[in-house]
Each structure stands twice: as structure tokens, then as C-alpha cells.
């Protein structure tokens, strides 16, 4: 995928990424204001589908409806705590344990692409597991 300069292009040919919430096509955008890729719905602002990018363009994950990307933001705040206030070393041995404890492979293991369900069990596990460790922490 080539980032352009402009702030909105599309997602190149080889892509076919759609909208969780509306089924269009998602547009690569630069944002406005912030130095960073994500992916828009191409009906937006109607239809507020929206997704990450890495720096190359290149989708984090797969899109998500609202109540996803809502149980994925959760998840990530109590996901972080761990390795962020030292309950792992790094994200990726944080990752590697979920992975073990879910039955995933490594490449099947990441927040970006779990479903709701996954989510909350990924979230139940974390809390049965460390739930009297866990950092008191804000969550936002």
C-alpha cells in the first residue's frame, strides 16, 4: 500500500477492506491534525466505521462494528495494565501467556482481531487470573 500525502486516498488494489457496520468499502486516511494512518468508512461521516492502521498502511487487525471496537477498547485497558505495570515484561510475553491460556496461536492471539465473545473471555481469564494483582489503575 503507497501513502500518499493527501489526507484521504484509497485502499489500494490489492485491498478489499470493508465497513463492520455499513459492508462499503474502507478508505486508507491520513488525520488530520496527527501524524498517523487509519482506515474510514467511505460513506463517513454518515457511517462512523473506523480502523487502525500500522505506518505502512497496512490494517491492524480486522474491522469492527461499534460494540466490538468497544470490547476491544475494554479489553485493551485491562490487557495493557499487565505488562505496562510490570505484571509481564513486555507486551509479547503478556500476548504469548493470553495465547496459551485461549488455545491460540501466536498469530491467532491478538486484541485487533478477537470478536466480542473472545473478548470477554480473554477479559474473564485476565480478571480470575490476577484479579487481586491487578494495578489500580485509571481506565482512560
Not at 478489499?16 to 498517523?36: I, P, Q, S, V, W
Not at 491478538?110 to 489503575?137: K, V
Amino acid at each position: 500500500i503507497q501513502v500518499a500525502k493527501k489526507r484521504s486516498f484509497g485502499p489500494g488494489p490489492d485491498l478489499d477492506l470493508r465497513c463492520a457496520d455499513c459492508g462499503e468499502l474502507m478508505n486508507l486516511a491520513r488525520h488530520k491534525t496527527e501524524n498517523y494512518l487509519w482506515y474510514r468508512c467511505s460513506q463517513w461521516p454518515r457511517c462512523r466505521g473506523s480502523h487502525s492502521a500500522h505506518s505502512d498502511g497496512t490494517p491492524m487487525g480486522t474491522p469492527a462494528d461499534a460494540e466490538t471496537r468497544a470490547a476491544r477498547h475494554e479489553l485493551h485497558l485491562t490487557f495493557d495494565a499487565l505488562w505496562r505495570y510490570k505484571r509481564f515484561k513486555s507486551r509479547g510475553d503478556a500476548y504469548a501467556w493470553l495465547a496459551s491460556v485461549m488455545e491460540k496461536t501466536k498469530d491467532e492471539c491478538h486484541i485487533g482481531m478477537f470478536t466480542q465473545d473472545e473478548c470477554r473471555e480473554a477479559e474473564e481469564i485476565i480478571l480470575q487470573t490476577f484479579g487481586d494483582e491487578m494495578p489500580d489503575c485509571p481506565k482512560d
